[in-house]
């Protein structure tokens, strides 16, 4: 929202500076994003006048004109715009000169072989407005030589407030004012419409068929206008705010929009065939809206409509065929009530964004509706003459009141600000609230423009707003005898430090759809009916996922289809295996494809390139588990996984039997084929809620870092066993000979071949025994390797490799 001090001082009568009255707006919440100086922004861009324009001899595209910039030496440039001719007179930069939106300063150059001395400007290369069609357009009375800015009066400053979307009150300067007088800086002016005396009846009727779309329209005819320019002033303060002024009516309407926050609409009466119906577009009916577009239109949205055809897009645009021009003699004002929702669905859906859809679709003042009809009559009767006929209205006008049952306690209770009643009355007076009754309880009446104020604690909005936000007392939070108490939640806790530990192993985070197809969803051991949605988005996202490894293999095949083959990706959240709460679970899922190793993308100099296998996911699976607060060395892998990965290299984490953590492993061929999808990917997904919850008190305290002074050593045992068992069972039985002493266990080597019988292997662990109250002698470190070795051969039937 734009405006200048003078139309600011229009609606307030106040003696306070600028600089003042920037610092009260935004200290009631009207933040004040910029303050523009136009006058010294624009002051090196001057009025020219273009004497000569003849086709460039090299472009078909490019004129080169003469240009009278008021030195007497003609000068020339090189143009492109459509709109240059000889007799125009526009804008000019000349070398030196800073150009914002092309981030270029101009020089004297050559375009296609012809000098040019400078560059004639549209509004949307100096940020004057949005045009960019062609240079700008100046009155023929423009002096050459002049700042333009001079010329259309932008001399003083423009205030820009940043609005949220519930203040629609404040998308008008009136208003900001009486936001303003209510901080007593200044005395508001009420400036209410008078009525405007109908001189016939108004031969144009109205039909609402969906009062729902539209809830009250207002119409009037005035005949015998003399459309033209709009005075100057109204031309300079529409410049001002970026708005191109165009002719007097059209000036009125937007002139109304910014002012009074009051969105009309003017139709050349002579263009209007009947009468006018408001109704649903009919699917596939089109209109060639004011922009110079094109749009079809569904049953959807609201329209304006004749007898013939329909003549505007109802509270965002009009059409081009019933606008007002220099030959309009007789025009009908229409003032509107328009559905908020469907303004904004229409608005998205055409991706139209208008002045009026922005105040239509936050809320406009009902009751302003027919004086604002009055207001714009008015206007044109002063500008352009003719005589008005009567108004009709269709639907209904009158807004429902809304009273509010207000504590004069409630604000000292909310806040803890007290203030006298006899204040803060007058302040809900002066923002525009009838507040009735004495002592401790009042009722409220909201004001037709505040569509935002429902309960009381928006009435206690409005006294803090005014009163100060700074004055409302800090209060320390009590916190008790007792600790704080943990604000995230164990389940919070994890999926954080999950993606931390995936994010740190060189994966990217993913977000994909809770939804998947069908398909999909029963390839990855999901399809319930009670997880397929009764109302999809896409015919492809029927059914919530059992699993997140779908969303992320559909990522990783969209990347690689782009040229990006080596990701890893992971994502953190819901699986659905039922539709009981008890069936949805927290997950933790990684992928990676190609040469997406830990250790570093794709391919090197430095090292062969390897694809990634399943040893990475299991690296990975173990990572997050870890990072979420799991006890790796607690975990158990087992061979094998679900039916989506390769049976003969995928794992299965889990705490015993009955508690499965998750699996990881290489995704299955016949899945690559069913999803088509290019490998090798491998990929894992533990279960975050499966993770047992650490132990509230520990029953004994244990230092966070026990380092012995005495040297470890390192013994390599090679056992030769049967083909069938695990490795991970030889490392726990030798962890189990001594917990104290043994502090690492891991496998360096196997080996099947010559030497080996059929059906053996053998499997080399690598043993640290790390003494903790003295140096260990060799006869006791022999010792605890033969024990290794004989619970080694007990539990496993493996021996001593010769």
């Known amino acids: 929202m734009k405006f200048t001090l003078s139309w600011l001082k229009d609606h307030l009568d106040t003696t306070a500076s600028l600089d003042e009255i920037v610092d009260k707006l935004t200290m009631i919440g009207l933040e004040v994003e910029h303050v523009e100086d136009k006058a010294k922004e624009y002051e090196p861009f001057k009025v020219v006048q273009i004497l000569e324009a003849v086709q460039h ?44 939106a092309k981030d270029i300063t101009l020089s004297v150059g050559k375009i296609r072989g012809v000098e040019s001395q400078g560059m004639m400007i549209s509004g949307a290369e100096i940020g004057f407005n949005a045009d960019h069609d062609g240079i700008i357009e100046m009155p023929a009375d423009a002096p050459i030589g002049k700042p333009f800015a001079d010329v259309l009066g932008l001399t003083e ?4 407030i940043n609005l949220t979307p519930n203040r629609s009150d404040c998308t008008s300067v009136n208003g900001i004012a009486r936001d303003l007088a209510a901080t007593l800086i200044g005395e508001y002016k009420e400036n209410t419409p008078k009525r405007v005396e109908g001189k016939f009846p108004c031969p144009v009727g109205v039909t609402i068929e969906d009062p729902i779309l539209c809830p009250a329209f207002g119409l009037r005819l005035v005949r015998g206008v003399k459309n033209g320019p709009s005075p100057e002033w109204m031309q300079k303060r529409l410049a001002a705010i970026g708005l191109r002024p165009i002719n007097a009516l059209v000036d009125i309407t937007n002139y109304m929009t910014f002012d009074r926050g009051r969105p009309l609409h003017v139709f050349d009466a002579r263009k209007v ?106 206007m044109v009767l002063d500008l352009c003459g003719g005589e008005p006929s009567e108004i009709v209205v269709a639907g209904d006008p009158t807004p429902k009141d809304v009273v509010v049952d207000y504590p004069a306690s409630e604000l000292e209770r909310l806040v803890g600000i007290k203030l006298p009643q006899v204040e803060a009355r007058r302040t809900l007076e002066r923002l525009g609230f009838f507040v009735a009754g004495q002592g401790e309880r009042w009722k409220v009446a909201v004001p037709s423009w505040r569509p935002d104020v429902h309960g009381r604690a928006d009435i206690v909005e409005e006294l803090v707003r005014i009163h100060g936000v700074d004055a409302v007392p800090s209060t320390p939070f009590p916190r008790g005898e007792n600790d704080r108490k943990p604000v995230l939640t164990p389940i919070q806790s994890r999926t954080r430090k999950a993606k931390r530990g995936l994010a740190a192993r060189g ?49 990783a095949q969209k990347n690689a289809d782009r040229g990006y083959p080596d990701v890893a990706l992971f994502e953190v959240g819901q699986i659905f295996k039922g539709d009981r709460p008890d069936d949805q679970f927290i997950a933790a899922s990684g992928l990676r494809r190609a040469l997406a190793k830990p250790d570093g993308a794709g391919r090197h100099w430095s090292r062969a390139a390897k694809p990634v296998d399943v040893f990475d996911a299991k690296a990975d699976a173990l990572a997050a588990l870890a990072a979420a607060g799991a006890l790796v060395g607690s975990l158990q892998v087992v061979p094998g996984g679900p039916a989506w990965f390769h049976p003969g290299r995928s794992g299965t984490i889990q705490l015993g039997p009955q508690n499965v953590i998750g699996h990881f492993g290489e995704i299955h061929p016949r899945m690559l084929t069913a999803l088509k999808l290019d490998g090798p990917l491998v990929g894992f997904e533990v279960l975050l809620d499966n993770i047992p919850a650490a132990k509230a008190r520990p029953t004994r305290a244990k230092p966070l870092l026990e380092l012995s002074a005495f040297q470890p050593v390192d013994r390599d045992f090679a056992f030769v066993v049967d083909g069938k068992v695990k490795a991970g069972d030889i490392i726990r039985a030798a962890q189990n000979v001594d917990k104290k002493l043994i502090t690492g266990v891991t496998v360096f080597d196997v080996y099947e071949g ?37 619970e080694v051969g007990k539990r496993t039937g493996g021996v001593l490799r010769g």
């Open 157 to 160: 400053p423009v205030v820009e």
């Open 507 to 555: 994966m990217t985070e993913a977000v994909t759809w809770s939804f998947v197809s069908k398909r999909e969803a029963e390839l990855f051991g999901g399809g319930k009916p009670e997880l397929a949605l009764a109302n999809p988005i896409a015919a492809e996202l029927s059914d919530m996922r059992p699993s997140l490894l779908p969303g992320l293999l559909a990522s």
């Open 273 to 378: 065939t009947g009468n006018l119906t408001v109704r649903r577009a009919k699917n596939g009916e089109k209109l060639l809206a004011l922009d110079g577009r094109t749009y079809e239109l569904d049953s959807a949205m609201c329209v304006i409509a004749d007898e013939r055809a329909v003549e505007s897009l109802a509270g965002i645009m009009g059409g081009e065929e019933s606008g007002c021009d220099e030959n309009t003699t007789d025009v009908l004002i229409e003032s509107a009530l328009w559905d908020a929702f469907n303004i904004a669905q229409t608005g998205r859906k055409l991706g139209i964004n208008t002045d009026a859809r922005y105040r239509f679709e936050r809320g406009v003042d009902t009751n302003f509706m027919i004086p604002g009809l009055e207001l714009a009559t008015q």
């Open 754 to 790: 010559t030497g080996i019988e059929p059906g053996k292997k053998s499997v080399a662990i690598a043993v640290t025994i790390q003494p903790r109250d003295k140096t260990m002698t060799d006869a006791e470190i022999d010792a605890l390797g033969q024990k290794i070795v004989a």
């Open 57 to 100: 001899p090299n472009a078909d595209r490019l004129r080169v004109c003469k240009v009278d910039n008021g030195s007497g030496t003609p000068l020339q440039i090189v143009c492109g715009a459509p709109n240059a001719r000889a007799g125009l007179k526009t804008v000019l930069g000349l070398p030196g000169t800073y150009i914002p």
